[in-house]
């Protein structure tokens, strides 16, 4: 059984830095392509950052583009992500999941319970 399980959420100040993690259990990392979304109430759950399992290409969303930086430690089954120059926009609940193709019609099959980023303006 595959299973993300994220951490490192919290409260920050509006400009402050956090960095989330997401230890895979059951496969290893290299085993899958990576993301991290988000969901902020009320609103549907978005995409923020992907890296591909070949490669290890990285994207984002263009709102977080030059803030946010995903990595990932296949040694450690774990997926990062660093987040700088927080604003009260990036609160919300943020997720892990996991895919075995790094394209679509590839879909994320594994997710986590996610974890909760607040940010005070």
């Known amino acids: 059984q595959v299973q993300p399980v994220e951490s490192g959420g919290g409260l920050v100040q509006a400009g402050g830095s956090l960095r989330l993690s997401c230890v895979v259990s059951?496969?290893?990392?290299?085993?899958?392509?990576m993301g991290w979304f988000r969901q902020a109430p009320g609103k549907e759950r978005e995409f923020v950052a992907r890296?591909?399992?070949?490669?290890?290409?990285?994207y984002y969303a263009d709102s977080v583009k030059g803030r946010f930086t995903i990595s990932r430690d296949n040694a450690k089954n774990t997926l990062y992500l660093q987040m700088n120059s927080l604003k009260p926009e990036d609160t919300a609940v943020y997720y892990c999941?996991?895919?075995?193709?790094?394209?679509?019609?590839?879909?994320?099959?594994?997710w986590g319970p996610g974890t909760q980023v607040t940010v005070s303006s």
């Open positions: 059951g496969r290893t990392t290299s085993s899958y392509a």
């Open positions: 890296i591909t399992r070949i490669g290890g290409t990285t």
């Open positions: 999941a996991a895919r075995e193709g790094d394209y679509a019609p590839s879909r994320y099959a594994y």
